[in-house]
């Protein structure tokens, strides 16, 4: 439901993806690559880099990066870590592999299902240009695709443009990347 809402608002977002999921689901990763959403990694297991030795980062990246390409034949080049943990070591270790962390900067909390209200409401109150808005895909937050509608609604109304992470880098970033 969630990438039919985007395709009726023709919108482009972009789906960080594990690779055991795009395995398990690769009709869906498919899907999001045929109508236009940027893949990028969230890497094989989820577990935090910031606690890993930089070789096993490499390794969860590099098993992750072979499962999303042999499904979607994308190579992804941004990684959002496993809940957000990060460390110079595992940065370095990204970085090395020729990806980019990404890191949001409002979150919707939908992952906690605190209900449609709470998750449109606290993304609208924290939105700026520039944003990168964290919203989960996957069945666990059960209220995001009742949220996304509106919110999608109300992002427009305000101004914004919605784009993809690679899209906000390139295109709308005076700065660029902005190191940690």
């Given at each position: 439901s969630i990438l039919d809402t985007l395709s009726r608002n023709n919108i482009k977002v972009t789906f960080f993806i594990m690779g055991p999921w795009a395995k398990k689901y690769p009709e869906v990763a498919k899907q999001m690559v045929a109508e236009g959403h940027?893949?990028?990694s969230h890497g094989y297991r989820h577990?935090?880099?910031g606690d890993m030795t930089p070789e096993w980062v490499k390794e969860d990246i590099e098993k992750a990066h072979e499962l999303i390409k042999e499904v979607t034949g994308v190579e992804p080049r941004f990684i959002r870590p496993p809940n957000g943990h990060y460390s110079s070591k595992s940065l370095k270790a990204t970085?090395?592999?020729?990806?980019k962390t990404i890191i949001w900067n409002v979150d919707s909390l939908d992952w906690k299902n605190p209900g449609k209200d709470a998750i449109i409401e606290r993304v609208m109150k924290r939105?700026?240009?520039?944003?990168?808005?964290?919203?989960?895909?996957?069945?666990?937050p059960v209220q995001t695709a009742e949220a996304l509608p509106v919110l999608l609604e109300r992002i427009k109304a305000e101004g914004y443009q919605i784009v993809t992470v690679g899209d906000l880098i390139v295109n709308y970033s005076e700065r660029g990347?902005?190191?940690h």
């Open positions: 940027e893949i990028a577990e935090n880099y970085e090395e592999l020729g990806y939105i700026k240009p520039g944003a990168i808005i964290l919203m989960h895909a996957s069945d666990t990347l902005q190191r």
